[in-house]
Structures are given as structure tokens and as C-alpha cells.
């Protein structure tokens, strides 16, 4: 079992910065694929970025690529979504996720956090 706990979501003005915080739990922490997805009001939930840690990867959304970064702590076993330039569009529930698989689809997901809400006002 792994549990998730997102932290650092806010309000922020547009082209300011945030960082979110996904700790997680259990020993086995580092055989997880760990993800992070977004839900905007009205909308279903998309895939934002995501982490590998050995090999070390990472791989992201076209809307977020070169303004956000994923990154992590195996000693702390948090993962972090730094987030830069931000825009009003940005605006949704973040969701931290793990998974033993490397896709993006929501239902690959075998874990998830109950999500930390990120408002960009314009």
C-alpha cells in the first residue's frame, strides 16, 4: 500500500510560481512511477508529468512542458511539481498518483492523493 498526501496548493497571480509537495508512504516508494494530474472545474482529469527513478526520467504534458518540473526525494519519499510562469488556465485540483505502469491514462493509476487546489488569477 502506498498513501499519497499533496501539500503547497494556493492562489497565485499569473506568471508567478508554486511548488507542490506529494509525500508519500511505504517502503516500496521507489518502484512506483510517480505522477502528477490536474482536474479544472467542469473538465476530466489530465495527465500533467510524471517521474521515474531508476532509470531516472521524466516526461510531461505539451500545456505544462518548459514551465513545469517534476522532480523528487527518495530519502524524504516526496515528489515535487514545481510550477513556473503560471497561467489562469492552470487553475484546477492537483493530483499526486503512482503507478507500477508507464502511461498516462487516469485508470492506470494504482494509487492517488485527495489533491491540493491551485487558483491562478489573472
Known amino acids: 500500500q502506498v498513501q499519497l498526501v499533496e501539500s503547497g496548493g494556493g492562489l497565485v497571480q499569473a506568471g508567478g510560481s508554486l511548488r507542490l509537495s506529494c509525500a508519500a508512504s511505504?517502503?516500496?516508494?521507489?518502484?512506483?512511477?510517480m505522477y502528477w494530474f490536474r482536474q479544472a472545474p467542469g473538465k476530466e482529469r489530465e495527465f500533467v508529468a510524471r517521474k521515474t527513478w531508476s532509470p531516472t526520467s521524466t516526461y510531461y504534458a505539451d500545456s505544462v512542458k518548459g514551465r513545469f518540473l517534476i522532480f523528487g526525494d527518495s530519502i524524504k519519499n516526496t515528489v515535487y511539481l514545481q510550477m513556473n510562469r503560471l497561467k489562469p488556465e492552470d487553475t484546477a485540483v492537483y493530483y499526486c498518483?503512482?503507478?507500477?505502469?508507464?502511461?498516462?491514462?487516469?485508470?492506470?493509476?494504482?494509487?492517488w492523493g485527495k489533491g491540493t487546489l491551485v487558483t491562478v488569477s489573472s
Open positions: 498518483a503512482a503507478s507500477s505502469r508507464l502511461q498516462t491514462a487516469t485508470s492506470a493509476m494504482d494509487y
Open positions: 511505504g517502503r516500496t516508494f521507489v518502484s512506483y512511477v
